[in-house]
Nanobody, 126 residues
Framework: QVQLVESGGGLVQAGDSLRLSCATS????????MGWFRQAPGKGREFVAA?????????RYTDSVKGRFTISRDNAKSTVYLQMNSLKPEDTAVYYC??????????????????WGQGTQVTVSS
């Protein structure tokens, strides 16, 4: 089993920055595909970013966050981060960390990820 614990959410103003962290345990972190998803009230769970290792560290982002968000991983700490800059009110959501231990590359489909954190609220005021 993979355990995931997110932290770092909060209430900020538009244009501010936040960094989310997701600490993992229970599996070899370096082999995990790690993703961040978000879910706004009344909406489905949306892919935000993912990172995995395939000789090199690869990252993938949804278009709406490209250039503003950065996903990174620290294998020594078994932790994945989501640095969020230039936040907008439309980024308001519960953000979830997710792990896929069997895939070859990241997908944007929530059902591809076997393990999920409890979520952390990010609220961006205008």
């Amino acid at each position: 089993q993979v355990q995931l614990v997110e932290s770092g959410g909060g209430l900020v103003q538009a244009g501010d920055s936040l960094r989310l962290s997701c600490a993992t345990s229970g599996y070899t972190f370096g082999s995990l595909i790690m993703g961040w998803f978000r879910q706004a009230p009344g909406k489905g769970r949306e892919f935000v970013a993912a990172t995995w290792f395939n000789g090199d560290t690869i990252t993938r982002y949804t278009d709406s966050v490209k250039g503003r968000f950065t996903i990174s991983r620290d294998n020594a700490k078994s932790t994945v981060y989501l640095q969020m800059n230039s936040l907008k009110p439309e980024d308001t959501a519960v953000y979830y960390c997710a792990a896929d231990r069997s895939g070859i590359e990241a997908t944007s489909t929530p059902r591809s990820y076997e393990f999920w954190g409890q979520g952390t609220q990010v609220t961006v005021s205008s």
